[in-house]
């Protein structure tokens, strides 16, 4: 039985980790214990709470490498308590041990691994390893909404497969996460814009709303796009939200100007953007982080329109958010169904090329090599329908080798599963190359050990697909029946380049086969791309700019008139 101090201490540190002050609740963990760091063979029975208590407080502080050694000396009630163990998981997945945090999560009962408290935890493991798919459809999404809504954004964040794989579902679940976010924010539903000035020859006031200053965020894409604005036409803003306590980014006044917003609370961060006196807002990036300082924005009306482009995994479900822009190819006709927004859909590819970084030379491929396919995406991309896929190609070309890097195979347990699973599928591991990349001149460099890269299923790389081709590798991908499936398609389609992208797994495997063979047309590719790219044939930012532009005009003008517009 729990003596008085352990009671006292356990309420304590309770009551701090629900108002989230973690530190706090550490210490009072700490204090009482008695002693502290706790030794191996401390704990009993009636002070178990406080033992968890105190390892969640060091993992959410973000110590996993304190947790994992406290854990581990927690055996072996460790071992026995399902709590314990998906706690463990999480911290082994915290400090980068990622296949021993699946192993643990393989062991827990369906009680605790689909449960509200644990599913969103222990299904963001296994999406980061890219072995979600099997386990959404047991995941009972009104119940985490009901009993843990916390959790739900981050089931959310971990489901961009959901996405990809059942959009309907996707659509549900996102809508029925923001009518109940709006309840918790005390709003029946979002806050009525005003009406959006007719433009009677002024310049259209548009903001675009970023929190990622990456190559696959502000830097790469954005930032190409707001040079390539019609300045006599739009007058453009850029709403930097500092979530991670970031500088202002480096921008040219005459581009855009610049707002940086460090305020954590949506209702204030949508006054100032109200401030501004936008006509459209124009969200880059926060639907699909389910951060609630950025999707919560929408509800407060920091614009006439609001409307999403650029890094979108689907629909965000969001009432706020009016309308979504994408390509022909990423929204098929009929795919109205499964987006919340009106879709309007460009003509362009969806993808600007800019880095800021210095990329690595292109090498020439050694003519008596054997044929090496390979793979850089991120590892939540790597399913085992991906793996799968792969390993019908390697046996199709029987002399062919594989590499697959990321950053997260720097674990040696992920590795070694990678591996096994390739073995399982009749690939010997000889054949496969699996490893991590350092930093982004090592991710690009890693291209020039490919010949030919086979992109992932069901949620396809679109960032991999363009560094692929400055580093002068093909990619060669299946196109899908969602958004995230047809990135490649959207990139490749405008420039002649459909055949990398077929529709069928029989036509991933022959596209695949056929271009490896084809040794001409890959030395006449990586010989020539980088400059056409860098020569503005392939990434057109001037005429996807164009092109959003003349939507942007078409939305204005319609709501100014009170009518719904007619998008393409």
Same mark, same amino acid.
């Given at each position: ?8 201490? !356990? ?9 989230? *002050? ?12 008695? $002693? ?82 644990? #599913? ?29 809504? *916390? ?11 959901? $996405? ?25 539903? &979002?806050?009525?814009? $005003? ?10 006031? @548009? ?16 930032? %190409? ?30 581009? #855009? ?7 954590? *609370? ?30 919560? @924005?929408?509800?407060?009306? %920091?614009?006439?329109? =609001? ?30 169904? +499964? ?11 969806? @993808?600007?090329?800019?880095? =800021? ?12 090599? &054997? @044929? ?9 991309? =790597?399913? &085992? ?16 080798? +594989? ?14 599963? #990678? ?43 679109? =960032? ?27 990139? +490749?389609? &405008? ?32 010989? !020539?791309?980088? *400059? ?19 939507? +942007? ?16």
């Amino acid at each position: 039985m729990a003596s008085a101090n352990i009671l006292k201490a !356990t309420s304590a540190a309770l009551a701090a980790a629900q108002r989230g *002050d973690h530190a706090s609740s550490l210490a009072a963990c700490a204090e009482g214990l008695g $002693s502290w760091p706790p030794a191996a063979g401390q704990a009993r029975d009636g002070d178990l709470e406080l033992h968890f208590l105190a390892c969640s407080a060091l993992a959410n502080l973000r110590r996993f490498g304190e947790a994992n050694a406290y854990l581990d000396n927690l055996r072996p009630y460790a071992d026995a308590y399902g709590d314990f163990v998906a706690l463990r998981a999480a911290c082994r997945h915290g400090e980068g041990r990622h296949a021993e945090a699946l192993d643990l999560a393989d062991k827990l009962p369906g009680e605790y691994a689909y449960s509200p408290m644990w #599913a969103p935890t222990l299904l963001n493991i296994r999406f980061a390893c890219g072995e979600i798919g099997a386990h959404l459809q047991r995941i009972d999404f009104g119940r985490i909404l009901r009993e843990a809504p *916390d959790s739900a954004a981050g089931l959310l964040l971990a489901s961009p497969y959901a $996405s990809a794989h059942d959009p309907a579902r996707y659509l549900e679940w996102a809508r029925a996460f923001h009518a109940q976010e709006l309840r918790r924010a005390g709003l029946a539903a &979002p806050v009525p814009a $005003s009406r959006v000035r007719p433009l009677g020859g002024r310049k259209i006031r @548009i903001g675009y709303l970023t929190s990622i200053l990456t190559p696959s965020g502000l830097t790469g894409i954005v930032m %190409p796009l707001l040079r390539a604005h019609d300045r006599d036409r739009f007058d453009a803003h850029l709403i930097h939200v500092a979530l991670r306590g970031e500088g202002p980014p480096a921008l040219d006044p005459a581009v #855009a100007t610049l707002h940086t917003l460090r305020i954590a *609370d949506p209702r204030s961060i949508a006054e100032a953007i109200r401030s501004l006196d936008l006509d459209i807002l124009v969200d880059t990036v926060g639907a699909s982080e389910w951060d609630k300082r950025l999707y919560r @924005i929408a509800y407060y009306a %920091p614009a006439p329109i =609001v409307a999403l482009w650029l890094n979108n995994v689907g629909t965000s479900g969001n009432p706020g958010i009016g309308y979504l822009l994408g390509t022909r190819e990423q929204l098929a006709p009929g795919d109205e169904r +499964f987006y919340s927004e009106r879709l309007a859909r460009l003509a362009t590819t969806n @993808i600007a090329f800019e880095t =800021v970084e210095a990329i690595p030379d292109i090498r020439d491929r050694p003519q008596d090599a &054997p @044929i090496t396919f390979g793979c850089l995406a991120h590892q939540f991309k =790597v399913t &085992p329908e991906s793996m799968a896929l792969w390993a019908r190609v390697l046996l199709a070309m029987p002399e062919s080798r +594989f590499v697959l890097r990321n950053a997260q195979l720097a674990d040696p347990g992920l590795a070694e599963r #990678a591996l096994r699973a390739f073995e399982a599928m009749g690939v010997p591991r000889a054949r496969i190359t699996v490893g991590a990349t350092v930093g982004f001149r090592g991710y690009m460099d890693a291209y020039n050990e490919i010949d030919v890269a086979l992109n992932t299923v069901p949620v396809s790389g679109g =960032v991999t697909v363009q560094d692929g081709m400055v580093m002068g590798c093909p990619t060669v991908s299946l196109t899908g029946s969602t958004l995230l499936s047809r990135t490649a398609l959207c990139v +490749f389609a &405008p420039f002649g380049l459909g055949h990398l992208c077929p529709n069928t797994e029989e036509g991933y495997i022959q596209a695949a086969v056929a271009t490896a063979g084809d040794r001409a047309w890959r030395a006449t590719f990586r010989r !020539t791309v980088r *400059d056409d790219i860098l020569k503005g044939r392939y990434f057109k930012p001037d005429a996807m700019m164009r092109d959003a532009e003349a939507i +942007f005009v078409a939305i204005v003008e319609a709501e100014a008139a009170g009518r719904i517009p007619r998008l393409p």
